[in-house]
């Protein structure tokens, strides 16, 4: 039987605008096995994993648990537990990095403050500071979620620590599992579909230099589906890798009076100025596929298609 991320590849369902959504990401070290919805199924208590989801809520921050490559046997919890937290948005995107022997600490945190992009609150409950080594990559292992994420995954996680690259973590669950192997890169938030060991080692060169690989790209977790793909339209136009360079301002829904599929008007800011009307319309890939190894039911992934993309006047963009 062909797996969920097969039949996407065979047959090539794109994959611009599929990122999780996330302005802060909050990743806690926890090895072991994982459940399908890892924070109250692994070795974690599962009273604090409901507890961070209830607080992590309606904020921006997305919670994940993390582990290193490897075999995973099940050894016990760690007296000492890495941590990490990575704020996305354009101009203000950071890495900072944490331990603690106790996880209940992450309750000391202003959820709401964290997802605003305030380090502050990470720093002071938990001595956090500054990551000083290179960017993470965190790859989808999590086989409990999908199949796909750990026969993909997990050797793609591998084969990048045993080649030297640093900064590789497992992670728990990113998404779009039928574009296995899927990665995280931070501090920028940008995710990749369908990765490789080269890729990777690009996009992870690339961080360092402060710019943005486009091959796999799915979109920045800064930005809701629709501003994933808008933006990654206009980098792909105006050739534009620099990381910090743009950002999504506004995204309006188009009126639609025909009971056609949604369709918005994203408008995408360089920080030199220009400004771009991008119109994104929801499609549905077909034929009919299983959209996880998890269930047989048939249906079609949604898709969100770039129609047009328009550097805007500054008479237009005053109007």
Request: net charge neutral; charged share 20%; hydrophobic share 40%.
């Amino acid at each position: 039987m062909s797996t969920c991320a097969t039949v996407s590849r065979d047959f090539d369902e794109p994959i611009s605008g599929t990122a999780a959504t996330a302005r802060t990401w909050l990743l806690l070290e926890q090895p072991g096995p994982w459940g399908a919805r890892a924070l109250t199924s692994s070795h974690l208590d599962p009273a604090l994993g409901r507890a961070l989801e209830a607080a992590a809520k309606g904020t921006g921050v997305r919670i994940a648990l993390i582990r290193r490559p490897g075999r995973h046997a099940d050894c016990g919890t760690p007296a000492v537990r890495r941590l990490y937290a990575a704020h996305t948005t354009p101009g203000n995107a950071w890495l900072h990095t944490a331990t603690t022997a106790d996880p209940e600490r992450l309750l000391d945190l202003d959820f709401g403050a964290l997802g605003s992009g305030d380090h502050r609150t990470f720093d002071t409950a938990l001595q956090g500071r500054p990551h000083t080594g290179g960017p993470l990559a965190l790859v989808c292992t999590n086989g409990k979620r999908d199949r796909c994420c750990a026969l993909l995954g997990r050797p793609l996680a591998t084969e990048l620590a045993t080649s030297g690259v640093g900064g590789i973590w497992e992670v728990t669950h990113l998404g779009g599992h039928r574009f296995s192997p899927t990665v995280l890169v931070l501090p920028y938030g940008y995710a990749y579909g369908r990765a490789e060991t080269h890729t990777v080692k690009e996009v992870l060169h690339g961080v360092q230099e402060g710019r943005i690989v486009l091959e796999g790209c799915r979109g920045s977790s800064a930005w809701e589906r629709p501003g994933q793909a808008a933006e990654l339209a206009v980098r792909t136009a105006v050739r534009e890798f620099a990381a910090d360079a743009l950002s999504v301002v506004r995204t309006e829904n188009a009126v639609r009076t025909d009971g056609a599929a949604p369709r918005w008007e994203v408008t995408v800011a360089h920080t030199d100025g220009r400004h771009w009307r991008v119109v994104v319309a929801q499609g549905a890939s077909l034929p009919p596929r299983p959209e996880s190894c998890g269930t047989s039911v048939l249906g079609a992934p949604a898709r969100m298609d770039v129609v047009a993309v328009r550097e805007l006047t500054p008479t237009a963009l005053a109007s």
